[in-house]
């Protein structure tokens, strides 16, 4: 089998796995979000939700199993790029807590940190191009 055939199939398969990540993803966060509206349907969403997310876990997981170095070192610094930008927007919600203001629901710090992630991935692979 040709190299460039290989290449070509991991990258289909890694394009493949985050794409069916964000849906998983997006599916979860849209049931989750649906719990309070439609209390007769509680336990079905939640049972959806968790059954999505999991497989959300698995898709990530086997997209990050397919990078190589230079993949592995734009992961590294995307992640890095979320840390912090999560970590700042935790305190700039604490502090403007301290002010009276609502509290973000524990269900947002994941959304923002897969939405960090992937800003993350965009801008630090932009580099490699």
């Keep these: 089998m040709p190299v460039e055939s290989l290449r070509e199939d991991l990258a ?34 939640l049972s959806f939700a968790i059954i999505v997310a999991g497989a959300a876990v698995w898709f990530l997981l086997r997209f990050l199993s397919s990078n190589d170095e230079r993949e592995r070192q734009i992961n590294y610094r995307a992640l890095t790029f979320a840390f912090t930008g999560t970590l700042i927007f935790s305190l700039a919600v604490g502090f403007l807590q301290s002010f009276g203001f609502h509290s973000v629901s524990w269900l947002g710090i994941p959304a923002v940190m897969t939405i960090l992630w992937s800003i993350g991935l965009i801008l630090h692979s932009w580099r490699y191009q």
């Excluded at 599916?27 to 349907?41: C, H, K, N």
Aim: no cysteine; proline share 0%; hydrophobic share 50%.
């Design 12 to 45: 289909n398969r890694r394009r493949t796995s985050l794409l069916s990540f964000y849906v998983a993803a997006i599916l979860s966060a849209i049931a989750v979000s649906g719990i309070r509206r439609a209390q007769s349907l509680r336990t079905l969403l």
